[in-house]
């Protein structure tokens, strides 16, 4: 495991909504008694070590957050990783239109919910740009390259996620060798 499995539990990491799409089944270990999903940690734990190799392999990851819970997670992981984010509002033409003042040309879009975050996914598959997202238990993963799996509501979650895949991908990349090599404290992602 990429973090001990109390530290995953704690931040809520596994915890999805009542209603779960088909295609989410796959990575659901349980449904609690209030009818909540619980998503298989060891799965979770899996597609993180995979995305932080795959995302490793861009240049110039574009991070869309529009949830406030998302907003300090996201700067500080696209700042470690050396990436562009956009929190709040994805203006429309950001990736589509070459004449607008805030025009971009990602080559890997990572979006935290791609429910609210539609308009950047569109646009992003638009521009045959790969799509990961951040998938709670509801989310239809439709147009998405990469799907991971949890809990995107909760602000300890989503700092867990991004520490642990700003790790990995610095790693990937042989900027450090061993987890101990990292600086940034989970804490400075918003977690506790």
């Known amino acids: 495991m990429l973090v001990e499995r109390n ?6 990491v596994h915890i999805g909504m009542r209603s779960c ?3 989410l089944k796959q990575f659901v270990y349980k449904r609690r008694e209030d009818g909540l999903v619980i998503f298989n940690l060891k799965k979770i734990d899996e597609r993180l070590a995979i995305a932080g ?18 907003f300090q997670p996201v700067k500080r992981f696209a ?41 950047a996914v569109k646009e992003a598959k638009a521009k045959r740009i790969p799509i990961l997202a951040f998938c709670n238990s509801f989310n239809d993963p439709m147009d998405i390259d990469f799907v ?33 090599e990292f600086k940034p404290t989970l804490k400075d992602f918003g977690g506790e």
């Open 148 to 180: 991971l799996p949890v809990n995107n509501n909760a602000k300890k979650s989503l700092a867990l996620v991004l520490w642990i895949l700003a790790r990995e991908i610095l790693k990937a990349r042989k900027e450090i060798k061993k987890d101990s």
């Open 21 to 23: 799409t088909p295609y």
């Open 79 to 119: 700042e470690v990783i050396g990436a562009k984010a956009i929190t709040g509002r994805f203006p429309p033409g950001t990736l589509t239109n070459p004449s607008f003042s805030q025009f971009m040309e990602p080559d890997l879009v990572i979006v935290i919910d791609p429910l609210i975050g539609s308009q």
């Open 53 to 70: 190799r795959w995302i490793a392999k861009f240049k110039k990851p574009l991070v869309v957050a529009r949830k406030e819970s998302a």
């Open 7 to 12: 530290v995953y539990l704690s931040a809520g």
